[in-house]
């Protein structure tokens, strides 16, 4: 059950840099869930995505434990 929470939650729960949470917010994503679940091909065609946002996204993905199921669905 703790997976299923961890999938909603909001970017905004997250430890990550207000700015860093603004970033995702204009890209879209405001939840867990929502990055588990993009189109990656096209997010990396936003304006806003770095390598650096995604490499820190995987990072909290890590720790929630969805690391796995994320990487499944590529």
């Keep these: 059950m703790q997976q299923q929470r961890?999938?909603?939650k909001?970017?905004?729960e997250t430890d990550l840099t207000?700015?860093?949470k603004d970033q995702?917010?204009?890209m879209g994503i405001t939840s867990l869930r929502d990055f588990l679940?993009?189109?990656i091909p096209q997010l990396r065609?936003?304006?806003?995505?770095?390598m650096l946002w995604y490499t820190e996204l995987l990072k909290v993905l890590k720790g929630e434990n969805l690391l796995e199921e994320f990487q499944s669905r590529l």
């Design 37 to 39: 679940y993009a189109d």
């Design 18 to 20: 207000p700015e860093y």
């Design 10 to 12: 909001s970017i905004q």
């Design 6 to 8: 961890n999938t909603i």
């Design 24 to 26: 995702s917010e204009r």
């Design 45 to 50: 065609k936003h304006p806003e995505f770095t």
